[in-house]
């Protein structure tokens, strides 16, 4: 029978613990992200952000696994996925850390943002595709001319601009971007956050995000939540909730119950 997934919540943490090669990254973590809101994620380097949310969009970091607890990511469990996992990824879109320089040089922007469709469907329907392609080229703020070209012929941000648009091809329940913002300049992230904004309150799409973007938790109406040492140290809403200090330890601890 067809999985029925949940709707209602995008993903769940319940105790969650990883480990990369016997050592803990992530421990005994608990949210809920429903559908329609963002969570962003927040913490000094090392303090377990890529590990999490790249487990969570269904992509791990080699040698990272569950050792305690689990996540449901669309009602599917991140322990034991099984042949679920397809359907987990092809519903969330992800943006990984380093997405728009190592996005493939031998294939061109029109290629790039297609392939998650043209991957699974030989026999797309190629002038309705373009057309997507297109729309998100603008939405991206990007000119229609970039299509043909390779990623090598591309500044970082237009790249960094391509990756996002190949992460939202499929209209993902679920989002997941680790370093948003890296090579976008002010206005640019302006194009991207009405990108997500859209998709939430249109699809109710939800978000989690990896920034340490001091104005993103407002822009975005967001949750946080703050690592440190692989532990959540704080989680609350808006960029009143949480503040943290460079070595990652909260100024005003929140109850992350």
């Known amino acids: 029978m067809p999985r029925t997934l949940d709707t209602d919540v995008a993903l769940r943490a319940d105790d969650l613990s990883l480990a990369r090669s016997g050592v803990r990254v992530i421990d005994g973590i608990t949210f809920t992200l429903p559908a329609g809101r963002t969570l962003i994620v927040q913490g000094a380097t090392g303090a377990g ?6 487990l969570l969009a269904g992509h791990p970091d080699d040698g990272l696994t569950v ?44 290629d790039v943002i297609a392939e ?19 729309t998100l080229l603008d939405e991206m703020e990007l000119p229609l001319g970039t299509a043909p070209k390779y990623p090598y012929e591309l500044s970082a941000g237009m790249r960094q601009r391509v990756a996002l648009a190949r992460a939202l091809v499929l209209e993902p329940r679920l989002f997941v971007a680790d ?24 699809r109710g799409m939800a978000s989690l995000i990896v920034t340490n973007d001091a104005d993103a938790p407002r822009d975005l109406d967001a949750d946080v939540l703050v690592l440190h040492a ?13 503040q943290w200090t460079p070595d990652g330890t909260p100024e005003r601890r929140i109850s992350t119950g």
Do not use: C, M
Request: aromatic content about 4%; cysteine-free.
């Open 49 to 54: 952000k890529t590990s999490l949310v790249s």
């Open 67 to 110: 050792v305690g607890g689990d996540a449901r990511v669309h009602g599917i469990s991140a322990r034991r996925p099984g042949r679920a996992r397809r359907e987990w990824t092809f519903h969330t879109g992800y943006l990984p850390q380093g997405a728009g320089a190592a996005l493939p040089s031998r294939l061109t922007v029109q």
């Open 116 to 134: 998650p469709i043209t991957s699974r469907d030989r026999k797309v329907n190629t002038r309705a595709l373009a057309v997507r392609v297109a």
């Open 179 to 202: 370093d948003l913002y890296a090579n976008l300049d002010l206005e640019v992230r302006a194009a991207a956050r009405a990108s997500i904004t859209r998709r939430r309150d249109g």
């Open 230 to 242: 692989g532990h959540a140290v704080g989680l609350g809403h808006g960029d009143q909730a949480v």
